[in-house]
């Protein structure tokens, strides 16, 4: 199996285990990706405050995943996915989908503790801003931190990325356990610190901001070790 140094030329940014790849999949498969997913019946969709969503792969609960075989076009990409990180312990067997209109975000939040510690996101549409900031458990005690079990680590800094069409955001260890991510609801959003802002495509010249004017999806891979068949027969 080839090493998972493969993937330290993605790595960006000062946090371990963080990792971007730009053009992920082509734009023919992005347009196959988003007419899948809005062929799925309305049935599938789950309206939310400030999103809709499609869950696929089956229910999470909290003693592990009732599972439904994922649909042939995401086994393509989550094998895909699999085959390219080589950083899941199993097959990507949970994946959510996230529509977001031009002025949508999501609130600061952690993935739950039912997934194995990697995510990865496909973006579709629409760029963005993701921010990462410290849990609040962590920032209550960056100043006196000399040594952590992820090793010499001073603080643990807040940061931004932006996530264009076809990428892959990929993050792990410290940056997933530690960090909470959020997406401001904003139609415009500056990107002028994000930790890879050299790969932003941007018509503004010298004004460092994304505008978002079309609607962005992303579909959130991960690993639900526990599966359990007979979840909900007591």
């Known amino acids: 199996m080839e090493s998972r140094d493969h993937l330290s030329k993605y790595k960006v940014g000062s946090v371990p285990t963080l990792y971007y790849i730009p053009d992920f999949i082509s734009d023919s498969d992005q347009k196959l990706l988003l007419n899948h997913i809005y062929a799925a019946p309305v049935s599938k969709w789950k309206s939310l405050k400030n999103r809709r969503l499609q869950n696929w792969g089956g229910i999470v609960h909290e003693k592990g995943l009732l599972p439904q075989d994922l649909p042939p076009w995401l086994t393509k990409i989550t094998e895909k996915i699999n085959k390219e990180l080589q ?33 990865a996101i496909l973006s579709l549409g629409s760029p963005v801003i993701m921010d990462f900031t410290p849990h609040s458990s962590i920032a209550d005690s960056t100043s ?9 680590l001073q603080n643990y800094p807040p940061f931004s990325i932006a996530l264009m069409p076809c990428s892959l955001l990929v993050f792990k260890d410290m940056a997933y356990s530690d960090y909470l991510h959020a997406i401001k609801d904003s139609e415009i959003q500056q990107y002028d610190t994000a930790v890879n802002a050299s790969e932003v495509e941007n018509d503004d010249g010298d004004l460092k901001v994304i505008h978002r004017s079309a609607t962005r999806v992303s579909l959130t ?12 027969r007591f």
């Open 87 to 119: 950083l899941f312990h199993s097959p990507i067997n949970h994946v959510l989908i996230n529509e977001y209109l031009p002025n949508q975000g999501i609130m600061a939040h952690q993935d739950g503790p039912a997934y194995f510690p990697v995510v």
């Open 144 to 152: 006196n931190i000399q040594e952590t079990n992820h090793g010499n």
């Open 221 to 232: 891979c991960r690993v639900v070790s526990k599966v359990h068949k007979n979840l909900f």
